[in-house]
């Protein structure tokens, strides 16, 4: 139950507080969110995480000319990245943005958007929020999103230098020998093709995840930056 269901529960009854389970309180928990150097090694979950499932040949075919939209798991993972951040990061005790946009949704009858951000505000004023809070919130949501996606592309970088760039310098090696080598031609020739195709292959599939992780990205960045336009507008 959001906290502007909990607040008006005593005089307005939702249709699915049954449904609803008890969220678990905020930790005070301290995570870093600390940028990497460029010259050191940069992990990142989708990049060397084993748990996340390669695309399908699908949506490789579908998205490999033209990504328009991002793969589901890429939007789920920085929906996690904002639960987390709001769960752990003590930055983010207490009403911020994050219960701001959740309360909202339970007001979708009201049509008229700044009265359903006035009253999702005025709502949560009760619980503590103040604007400055608001906005604070929201930018520091937005730059966990950026520093993620700074950290996916150094990772997603050194994966391409290590898993394309070393195949096509051992193609290069291979292409030489075949000049030198006559004998062994045909085997060299199977080599180059298979490791080209392999090489082709990688490309693709990092590619793909790069665009789609980044289209993600972009599109949560967007929706916050929105949500503080719309804040700045009518607070």
Do not use: C, W
């Amino acid at each position: 139950m959001s906290l502007l269901k909990q607040i008006l529960s005593p005089f307005v009854e939702f249709e699915d507080d049954k449904k609803e389970t008890v969220h678990e309180a905020k930790q005070p928990v301290t995570t870093g969110y600390n940028s990497t150097p460029v010259e050191e090694k940069v992990e990142h979950p989708l990049i060397t995480g084993a748990h996340v499932a390669p695309p399908t040949p699908e949506q490789t075919t579908a998205l490999r000319s033209s990504l328009t939209t991002a793969l589901p798991e890429h939007e789920q993972y920085f929906e996690k990245l904002i639960d987390e951040a709001n769960a752990k990061n003590p930055l983010f005790q207490g009403t911020d943005y994050k219960e701001f946009i959740d309360s909202k949704t339970d007001i979708d009858n009201i049509t008229d958007e700044e009265t359903k951000y006035r009253t999702a505000f005025n709502v949560l004023k009760r619980t503590g929020l103040t604007k400055e809070k608001l906005l604070s919130t929201a930018q520091e949501y937005h730059n966990i999103i950026g520093r993620d996606l700074n950290a996916f592309q150094s990772a997603h970088g050194q994966q391409y230098q290590k898993e394309v760039k070393q195949r096509e310098q051992l193609i290069q090696k291979k292409a030489e020998e075949l000049q030198a080598l006559s004998a062994k031609m045909n085997t060299l020739k199977k080599e180059i093709s298979q490791l080209s195709q392999e090489m082709t292959e990688t490309k693709d599939k990092l590619s793909l995840i790069k665009n789609s992780f980044l289209l993600a990205g972009e599109k949560k960045q967007n929706e916050i930056q929105t949500e503080l336009q719309k804040l700045q507008q009518y607070f």
